[in-house]
T-cell receptor, first 110, second 113 residues
Framework: GENVEQHPSTLSVQEGDSAVIKCTYSDSASNYFPWYKQELGKRPQLIID?????GEKKDQRIAVTLNKTAKHFSLHITETQPEDSAVYFC?????????FGAGTRLTVKP | GAGVSQSPRYKVAKRGQDVALRCDPI?????LFWYQQALGQGPEFLTYFQNEAQLDKSGLPSDRFFAERPEGSVSTLKIQRTQQEDSAVYLCASFQTGEYGYTFGSGTRLTVV
């Protein structure tokens, strides 16, 4: 099955700086890579996703890049704000099998 | 319904007690997943249903864990003879065939004392 690794486990940035979270996956057949944001005590919420036929996708301050050859994908948050503070999870999906990374706790300091 | 509903929101069980956790997916969603999320960890796959068929239960940690979805809508995750290591948040997610995005429920936080 799929194995997803995520780095770093914690990330602290100053408000206004950029944050980058990286994930690698093992199953070359995986074709969909979502990112979830989870605030304390709340459910994971989908914030952006990318499919395997696309190399990059952007939505306002959030972007995701995918390198299929290297089997890694990254989340980029620009102009970070304190409300971006949360745990972020990447995931890889293939054939009804969604596996998550261990998460990155992002702290944005005002 | 408008979202995935889970109940109870919190459950405290004495060690050895049986518990049942309920998930009510988005109406019409064919696929339903259960995940276990330990404190500070990512969601770990437990089991997957397509309609009433349990297609994958490889993530269930032991035979004390049992899940069902008899009519292809509401699902129940049952844990027998609970142990302290079962303490976690149990998340349910559903999606419709052809759509990739999951919608998660709010989870049930199980604490075994």
């Amino acid at each position: 099955g799929e194995n997803v690794e995520q780095h770093p486990s914690t990330l602290s940035v100053q408000e206004g700086d950029s944050a980058v979270i990286k994930c690698t996956y093992s199953d070359s057949a995986s074709n969909y890579f979502p990112w979830y944001k989870q605030e304390l005590g709340k459910r994971p919420q989908l914030i952006i996703d990318i499919r395997s036929n696309v190399g990059e996708k952007k939505d306002q301050r959030i972007a995701v890049t995918l390198n299929k050859t290297a089997k890694h994908f990254s989340l980029h948050i620009t102009e970070t704000q304190p409300e971006d503070s949360a745990v972020y999870f990447c995931a890889g999906y293939n054939n009804n099998d969604m596996r998550f990374g261990a998460g990155t706790r992002l702290t944005v300091k005002p | 319904g408008a979202g995935v509903s889970q109940s109870p929101r919190y459950k405290v069980a004495k060690r050895g007690q049986d518990v049942a956790l309920r998930c009510d997916p988005i109406s019409g969603h064919v696929s339903l997943f259960w995940y276990q999320q330990a404190l500070g960890q990512g969601p770990e796959f437990l089991t997957y249903f397509q309609n009433e068929a349990q297609l994958d239960k490889s993530g269930l940690p032991s035979d004390r864990f049992f899940a069902e979805r008899p009519e292809g809508s509401v699902s129940t995750l049952k844990i027998q003879r609970t142990q302290q290591e079962d303490s976690a948040v149990y998340l349910c997610a559903s999606f419709q065939t052809g759509e990739y995005g999951y919608t998660f429920g709010s989870g049930t936080r199980l604490t075994v004392v």
